[in-house]
């Protein structure tokens, strides 16, 4: 425990300082050697991100953003999402929920408490401006990405769907109508690791159409092992393809449709138990002693995760005169995970399970965009339509002592509208005033229907309906509608044209919904008011965010500095708790939040060929309303009614991230760049009850490589070291203490090394 405070000491006061800042946003793909190269010419106007849905440089945007291009991606030896976990100020991204394919993502302390697809994500995935709906399969590959925004704070103006934590807008490289480009490289790394990347872009008309071609496929073995039957899991099998066309038949109309396809083979994904798990076959906390990648699991065939997701989209902008673009996104998805989970990690059947998913979505956007010299504004319409259905089974036999099953079947769909508009004014050549307001509905309808199967009487046959086995009037009730305003206003001035200042105010929502793990009313009875009441929904989370900021470029373009400090008042925020009685599992709109914080970020460029990164997060989070009407002996963040006793969870007090880079020429040779990162996630609770098992003490990851590239920048090989200090860590947590006293761990990655050649032309 002294250490950690020691080291946390440490860091806040060196990152105080002028040469431990955050990473800024990347570029473009603009001819420069690094990011951070790039970054250097901001004063050019070359570092250019799409946060406020129009191409802007970053110096110009009042906005909490940090971005990532591919240098940057390769850099940090990131092949997947997860590969940017504390790369930005307040950014906690990991696998996620027991799945290969699920990202859970938390920005600001703010993500989803519950991994069902009932509960909607507090930070929104989008790709080319497509809203991913759902957390399964969203552990993109990033193999043909032309940048990565990640954006901070309530998106509840501009963005397709509202979210109260933030947003990550991945960009695909578009192809280019003029000129032949390829890319491509071979990776090789530990546990038999292979990662083959493919991307081809060629004109079909020159100046009027091209078509790119992308691939991905990353095959790797199993990291744990079941010291019972000598089985690997937590492997990686996927194979990701994209095809883009990019037509533009006038020099004011431009055509792009797009198509991909996700495909992934895994065996299990398992966790690792840390707590005595109750039933007739007990297992201790941590079975296998100190965490060494083993696990056991009760399946005992072929079990493992499959996932197909595809889509397709089509983005049409059109230039109706010199200051008016109309831009449409149409787009349709289909997910569908087929996954087995032993969410206990151990032999014993208590609460292992098996999740099939069907889901599709057809999302409509239009804006209108407005350019001129002192006025520019974004205005649209958005619309989305999800179907989702889930069939699923629970195994536990070793709970209660004879065979028992649960099948569930439920459906769910969303309707979402929302109309938007954002609009920037500058009263002189400093000073701008912009101001949105977005205005959304969403009606969402749930049908489940749970029932059980035994060789033991009591136990067979147990049937709940929802909502047909609830008392009138109750008993229709299965659809609820939602709506919120949610406006924002931002005063910013610029003292030079490298320089900005900024204070925002924004407002936030999360739709409510539908407790998608009731199996009876138990789960849908709360005490209110000291009085058990029937609650058939949880209400919408809301959230206001004030900010202040500051951005500069200096010194040439040498150096970068971008810091902000804020506070978020939520209401109503949305929890999914552990119930006292077994297999319960209430959801809360436990009430209020209130969370503050600091985020500085920069680059800082010594000389040519010597880059020095750094960013800094901080939170202070704290439940300042906790409305959990448990009692002992349920596990309660209130016990005695009135004291709070739990903290917000997956929000680490203090995220860093220190990297540098320096770069040896070799003349006609080519050149050598040595580089590495440390990042640095601070204790954090990995469940909203805070169980003293589920908890991350805090962790250092550090990564190293060399890279040799040629003269001409064509051809290159690198070298790496992720977590070169094999430190172990924990990522996530599942927590069913209701159901035999579940609670497991995940586990980040150990020491893994790769080598990787490539070409880029």
Not at 143 to 168: C, H, M, S, W
Not at 201 to 206: C, K, N, R
Not at 442 to 465: C, H, M, P, W
Not at 735 to 744: D, L, R
Request: charged share 20%; proline share 4%; glycine share 10%.
């Amino acid at each position: 425990m002294r250490k950690m405070l020691c080291a946390r000491a440490l860091l806040l006061a060196g990152c105080a300082g002028a040469a431990t800042f955050a990473a800024p946003a990347a570029a473009q793909d603009n001819g420069a050697d690094t990011a951070a190269e790039a970054a250097a010419d901001a004063s050019d106007g070359e570092i250019l991100v799409t946060a406020r849905r129009r191409e802007e440089r970053l110096i110009d945007v009042p906005v909490a953003v940090t971005a990532f291009d591919q240098a940057d991606l390769q850099r940090i030896q990131a092949v997947d999402l997860s590969g940017l976990q504390a790369a930005a100020p307040n950014l906690n991204l990991v696998q996620g929920r027991g799945s290969a394919a699920s990202a859970n993502i938390f920005i600001r302390g703010l993500g989803q408490p519950d991994a069902l697809q009932t509960f909607d994500p507090a930070v929104g995935i989008y790709v080319d401006g497509v809203y991913l709906s759902r957390i399964q399969g969203a552990l993109l590959g990033l193999f043909d990405v032309e940048r990565i925004e990640v954006l901070r704070g309530p998106q509840g103006t501009l963005y397709g769907k509202n979210t109260t934590g933030g947003a990550l807008s991945i960009v695909s490289r578009k192809p280019d109508l003029d000129t032949l480009k390829a890319a491509g490289s071979a990776l090789y790394g530990s546990y038999d690791q292979i990662v083959l990347n493919g991307y081809i872009s060629a004109p079909l008309v020159t100046d009027k159409a091209a078509l790119s071609l992308a691939g991905q496929y990353d095959k790797r073995d199993g990291l744990v092992t079941d010291p019972r039957t000598g089985r690997k899991y937590n492997d990686r099998d996927s194979l990701t393809l994209r095809g883009i066309l990019r037509v533009q038949p006038t020099e004011r109309l431009e055509l792009i449709a797009s198509g991909d396809y996700n495909r992934q083979r895994n065996a299990l994904t398992l966790g690792y138990a840390t707590a005595n798990l109750g039933g007739t076959l007990p297992i201790p906390a941590q079975p296998y002693g100190r965490y060494d990648y083993k696990a056991s699991t009760s399946f005992t065939g072929d079990e493992g995760q499959r996932l197909d997701h595809w889509g397709v989209n089509l983005t049409a902008n059109l230039e109706l005169t010199d200051a008016i673009t109309l831009t449409s996104i149409t787009a349709w998805r289909k997910l569908e995970p087929d996954l087995f989970i032993d969410i206990d990690a151990t032999q014993a059947e208590l609460g292992d399970v098996f999740v099939g998913i069907d889901q599709r979505q057809f999302s409509q956007e239009v804006q209108l965009k407005w350019d001129t010299d002192n006025f520019r504004g974004v205005f649209g319409l958005f619309y989305l339509n999800e179907n989702i259905r889930s069939h699923q089974e629970a195994y536990a036999d070793n709970l209660f002592g004879v065979s028992f099953t649960r099948l569930i079947d439920d459906e769910q769909n969303t309707k979402s509208y929302a109309a938007f508009g954002q609009a920037t004014y500058d009263f002189t050549e400093q000073l701008s005033l912009t101001a949105g307001l977005r205005y959304t509905k969403e009606k969402r309808q749930y049908d489940r229907i749970t029932t059980t199967v035994s060789n033991f009487a009591g136990l067979n046959g147990l049937t709940f309906r929802f909502p047909g086995s609830l008392p009138a009037p109750f008993n229709l009730d299965n659809s609820a509608t939602f709506d919120a305003w949610t406006p924002s206003v931002t005063l910013s001035f610029k003292p030079s044209d490298d320089s900005q200042i900024y204070a925002s105010a924004s407002r936030g929502f999360k739709a409510g919904g539908f407790n998608g793990r009731a199996n009876s009313v138990n789960d849908l009875t709360l005490v209110v008011n000291g009085a058990p009441q029937l609650v058939t929904n949880f209400d919408p989370e809301t959230v206001w965010t004030y900010e202040t900021g500051a951005k500069a470029s200096f010194l040439d373009g040498r150096v970068y500095l971008a810091a902000n400090v804020f506070y978020s008042d939520f209401k109503d925020f949305q929890a999914r708790v552990g119930g006292g009685a077994v297999g319960v599992f209430p959801v809360l709109n436990a009430g209020k939040m209130s969370i503050w914080g600091a985020e500085i970020e920069a680059v800082v460029k010594p000389t040519k060929a010597w880059t020095l990164r750094s960013s800094l997060g901080y939170l202070d989070a704290q439940y300042e309303e906790f409305n959990d009407g448990r009692r002992p002996p349920a596990f309660s963040c209130n016990p005695t009614g009135t004291r709070i006793t739990c903290e917000p969870a997956f929000a680490p007090p203090l995220t860093v991230n220190l990297a540098t880079d320096y770069r040896i020429d070799l003349g006609d040779t080519g050149s050598i760049t040595l580089g590495g990162d440390a990042r640095f996630v601070d204790k954090h609770f990995l469940s909203v009850d805070n169980r003293p098992g589920l908890v991350e003490d805090g962790y250092w990851l550090v990564n190293a490589f060399v890279r040799y590239d040629d003269a001409d920048r064509r051809f290159y090989v690198q070298g790496g070291v992720k977590n070169l200090t094999d430190e172990l860590y924990k990522t996530d947590g599942q927590e069913f203490s209701s159901v035999g006293n579940i609670q497991t761990v995940y586990f980040g990655d150990p020491r893994t090394w790769n080598v990787m050649v490539g070409f880029n032309f």
